[in-house]
C-alpha cells in the first residue's frame, strides 16, 4: 500500500468518472485538510442512503474530514446504520459482523504493524450504539484491556435504530421508542468512565453541534493511539426517524441534550497521553 | 486432465448460471489458456480474441483497479500497454474504479461495478468484453453475471492463473503478454 494508488495511470486519466478524478485533484489525501475545509474539497463521503437529517451522517462527515491522515488509515465498520453508508466512503474499510468491529481491528492492526513497520497505518473501529455498547461490548472492551493501539468510535443514536428502534444499553433512561413503548428502566451506559477504567488512555464523548470540538477529539484520539494505546470517543447522533422529531432539527436538539445535561462532553485523558498531546499540538 | 463437456458460451444462461469450476472447468498451466471451457494452446487463444475483437459491433475493455491507480511502476507499463491494445482493437472503455456497491447510483455509461455489469452491457449494448486489472474474485463474480443474464461474449486477461468462467482466458498476463496480443491484432488486420 503505497500513496501512488491515489494517483491515476497515464492514458486513463479522461476516462476515469469525474468523482475519481475529483477525488485525486481535489480530496483531502496527503492534503492535511480539516473541519474548517469543508466545502472547499471533494469529501470521502458525499452520496448516502441515511435519513434525512440524520446525526450520525453528520457525524461520519465530520469524522472523515478531521482524520490526520485519510491515506493511511483503514476504518473497521459494523452492522447498523452507519454500515449503510460505508459503502459510499472514498477510504478502505472493512465490514464486520456485527459487534465483531474490535476484533477484526485488532487483528488488522497488528497485520498492518507487521506489513508496514517503517509506515504508520491508523485503524479506527467505527460502530453504533449496539455493536459498541451492547452486542460487542465483550470485544470492545477485550481490545481496550489488552491495550490495542487503535481507535474506537461510537456513533451514540441511543437506539437499534436500523431495525426499527429496540432500545439500546446506550437509550436514556424512561426513553420510548418503537420498540420500548413503556419507556427505558435502567440508565445509559457510562462508556467514557467505562473506557477510561477498561485502559484506554484517551475516553472523550462529543456532538456533532460542536465541528472544532469533535475533530480535535477525534486527532487527539488518532494520534495518541498510534503511540500509547486504546482510545474511546463517542458522539451523540440524533436519530429524528425512531425518535420522531423533524429532520431540520437534528442540531437543535443535539443542542438541548447538551443543555439539559443529558449528554454530555467529556474528556479524560491519561497522564502520558497528557504529555504527547502537548508535544504534537505544540508542534502544529 | 480436463472431461467435462460443459461450455462456457455466451448466456443469458439464466439467472444463477452455476460456476464453471463447479461443472469441471479447470484452469490451464502456464503457457495454455481457456477457450470457452476448453484447454488450448495460448497462441490459439491469442488468435481468436483478436478475431473476437475485430468482428465485434461494440467491443469494450473494463480494466479495474489493478491497473487504473499508478501503484507501482508494473501497474503503469500494464496500463500503458492495455491503452494500445483496446485503441488498436477499436474498443472503447468504461473503467472499474473499485468495487463499491454504488447501486443504485451507478452510472453504466461512465463505470461498471463487478456486482452489476449486466447494467453496463445493457446500456452499452456491448457485444464483446475483456476484463483486466480486475481482482480474481471480483472477476469471477462480474463474468458469471454477465453469462447469467447477457449475451455479451467475455474475455479475460488475467495475470494470475485465468478465469473459467470467461469465455477466452489467457493467464500469467502482464505488460509484456498484452503487447503481443497487440501485435497478434496487428497482424490480424494486416499491418506490420
Given at each position: 500500500m503505497n500513496n501512488k494508488i491515489y494517483e491515476i495511470s497515464p492514458g486513463f486519466e479522461e476516462i476515469m468518472p469525474k468523482d475519481y478524478r475529483d477525488l485525486v485533484n481535489d480530496g483531502p489525501f496527503g492534503k492535511k485538510l480539516g473541519v474548517k475545509d469543508l466545502g472547499t474539497f471533494k469529501e470521502?463521503?458525499?452520496?448516502?442512503?441515511?435519513?434525512?437529517?440524520c446525526g450520525l451522517a453528520l457525524s461520519k462527515r465530520l469524522i472523515l474530514a478531521s482524520l490526520p491522515s485519510p491515506e493511511n488509515t483503514v476504518i473497521v465498520g459494523t452492522t447498523g446504520c452507519s454500515s449503510l453508508s460505508f459503502a459510499q466512503v472514498a477510504i478502505h474499510n472493512i465490514h464486520s459482523i456485527f459487534g465483531n468491529q474490535n476484533a477484526v481491528a485488532t487483528g488488522l492492526k497488528r497485520a498492518l504493524e507487521i506489513r508496514f513497520p517503517d509506515k504508520t497505518k491508523d485503524v479506527v473501529a467505527m460502530g453504533g450504539d449496539g455493536a459498541i455498547g451492547d452486542i460487542g461490548l465483550g470485544m470492545v472492551m477485550h481490545s481496550w484491556f489488552r491495550g490495542e493501539k487503535f481507535t474506537t468510535i461510537m456513533f451514540d443514536n441511543e437506539a437499534y435504530a436500523n431495525t426499527g428502534g429496540q432500545e439500546s444499553g446506550m437509550s436514556q433512561k424512561g426513553a420510548v421508542l418503537n420498540m420500548a413503548p413503556t419507556g427505558k428502566k435502567y440508565a445509559k451506559l457510562p462508556m467514557p468512565e467505562i473506557a477510561r477504567d477498561a485502559g484506554c488512555v484517551y475516553s472523550a464523548s462529543v456532538t456533532p453541534a460542536r465541528p472544532k470540538r469533535l475533530e480535535k477529539m477525534v486527532r487527539r484520539a488518532v494520534i495518541l493511539a498510534r503511540k500509547l494505546g486504546p482510545t474511546y470517543i463517542q458522539i451523540y447522533c440524533p436519530c429524528p426517524t425512531n425518535y420522531?422529531?423533524?429532520?431540520?432539527?437534528s442540531l437543535k436538539r443535539t443542542r438541548d441534550m447538551e443543555k439539559s445535561g443529558a449528554y454530555q462532553i467529556k474528556e479524560y485523558i491519561s497522564p502520558a497521553a497528557e504529555e504527547l498531546i502537548k508535544k504534537f499540538e505544540e508542534v502544529k | 486432465m480436463q472431461e467435462t463437456n460443459y461450455r462456457v458460451i455466451n448466456g443469458p444462461e439464466g439467472y444463477l448460471p452455476p460456476a464453471a469450476a463447479s461443472m469441471g472447468v479447470v484452469l490451464p498451466d502456464r503457457g495454455q489458456a481457456l477457450i470457452e471451457g476448453r484447454i488450448v494452446a495460448e497462441k490459439e487463444a491469442m488468435e481468436k480474441i483478436a478475431e473476437k475483437l475485430l468482428s465485434a459491433k461494440n467491443p469494450y475493455f473494463f480494466p479495474g483497479p489493478l491497473i487504473l491507480w499508478a501503484w507501482n511502476d508494473k501497474a503503469v507499463e500494464k496500463a500503458k500497454a492495455i491503452k494500445e491494445l483496446a485503441d488498436t482493437a477499436g474498443a472503447k472503455i468504461i473503467p472499474m474504479?473499485?468495487?463499491?456497491?454504488?447501486y443504485p447510483m451507478i452510472n453504466p455509461a461512465e463505470e461498471i461495478n463487478p456486482n452489476h455489469p449486466n447494467l453496463t452491457i445493457w446500456h452499452n449494448k456491448i457485444d464483446v468484453c475483456v476484463f483486466v486489472g480486475v481482482h480474481c474474485h471480483y472477476a469471477n463474480l462480474a463474468l458469471k453475471i454477465i453469462r447469467g443474464g447477457t449475451d455479451c461474449y467475455t474475455i479475460a486477461l488475467c495475470a494470475n492463473y485465468g478465469h473459467e468462467d470467461a469465455m477466452i482466458s489467457l493467464r500469467d498476463v502482464h505488460a509484456e503478454e498484452v503487447r503481443n496480443l497487440t501485435a497478434v491484432i496487428k497482424k490480424m488486420k494486416g499491418g506490420k
Open positions: 470521502l463521503l458525499e452520496e448516502h442512503p441515511l435519513c434525512a437529517g420522531k422529531f423533524k429532520p431540520s432539527e | 474504479s473499485d468495487y463499491r456497491p454504488k
